[in-house]
């Protein structure tokens, strides 16, 4: 019999997803609390729902339609709520809270001009706020992977090391694997020592590698998150360079933070010019080996083919 490809989670529709996510944190968190999270995240999918099928304008990104995008972000919102549950069960955890401007999981509806817009101020921050036990503070980025392929925007990572310098709090990353219940934790130290390429899974952006997931979500209630304060992120030198930033910030100088800023972005463009042309090197190294007759020339070609 024919394997059955699980359905990917950006194609289910909410009653599916609840399903999935039932099975999967019931069993963590008091059946009553996911019940009661459930039931809100029907009634934001059902509102959402209701105005696309009343011809409202809603957000998109990229390839997605925005039914699917909208659909997704509420997922999204389901998944870090429940997240949050979960580490609120932790025994090194004094509380977990949606981070600064991130904090409203909801939709605008304008029903003047039919529109629907996102409840939340753009924001390159962390997800979530963590605070132990012991007042040691932690800012989460969560992230989910799509078809087991683990990856994170460079950009992404470039955006916590700025929080690193901003809040002065460790950043960590948690990769979810929610098809096989596990996930993966890193800090940010981790991508010192990884190459950055041109993914072409997402149009060709520039990534770094993740771990594969391999810890059980369960496991969130028992991780001290002490053991990935690692101090050796305050010596990174992006987290230098966004210091530096908010320097020129804080002492209301212009001059320097316009100075400041343009080098960044200059040495970010100059990064990616070079991973691109590595990654162009590459591929055609690959046509080479894989097909060593292309080295001929279109004369060579052509006296060739009129042998045949």
């Not at 040691?136 to 950009?155: G, M, P, Q, V």
């Not at 320097?256 to 042309?277: C, F, R, T």
Request: aromatic letters at 14%; glycine letters at 0%.
């Amino acid at each position: 019999m024919a394997n059955i490809k699980e359905k990917s989670i950006r194609d289910m529709d909410f009653e599916e997803i609840s399903i999935k996510y039932e099975n999967l944190f019931s069993k963590i968190i008091w059946n009553d609390l996911f019940k009661k999270i459930n039931d809100e995240y029907r009634n934001k999918y059902q509102i959402f729902i209701r105005y696309k099928n009343e011809w409202y304008d809603s957000p998109s990104a990229m390839w997605r339609d925005k039914i699917a995008y909208g659909r997704n972000i509420i997922y999204w919102w389901f998944v870090e709520d429940l997240i949050i549950k979960v580490l609120e069960k932790n025994l090194y955890i004094k509380s977990v809270n949606l981070f600064w401007k991130d904090k409203n999981h909801d939709f605008i509806y304008n029903h003047e001009i039919k529109k629907i817009q996102i409840n939340w101020e753009k924001s390159t921050d962390p997800d979530i706020e963590i605070v132990l036990k012991n007042w040691n503070k932690f800012l989460l980025e969560l992230k989910t992977a799509n078809k087991d392929i683990f990856s994170i925007k460079r950009w992404n990572v470039e955006s916590l090391f700025s929080s690193v310098a901003n809040y002065e709090q460790f950043c960590l990353i948690m990769m979810l694997d929610l098809a096989k219940w596990l996930f993966e934790i890193k800090d940010l130290t981790y991508f010192e020592t990884q190459k950055p390429f041109s993914n072409a899974n997402i149009e060709w952006q520039i990534c770094y590698n993740f771990p594969t997931p391999k810890t059980w979500i369960e496991t969130l209630t028992k991780i001290n998150l002490d053991s990935f304060a690692n101090l050796l992120v305050l010596e990174n030198i992006w987290v230098k360079k966004f210091k530096l930033l908010k320097i020129s910030i804080e002492k209301e100088d212009k001059t320097w933070k316009k100075i400041i800023e343009n080098k960044i972005k200059l040495e970010k463009l100059e990064e990616e010019m070079n991973i691109n042309i590595d990654d162009f090197k590459d591929r055609i190294e690959k046509i080479k080996v894989k097909t060593p007759e292309v080295e001929m020339s279109w004369e060579k070609i052509e006296i060739e083919i009129k042998k045949i």
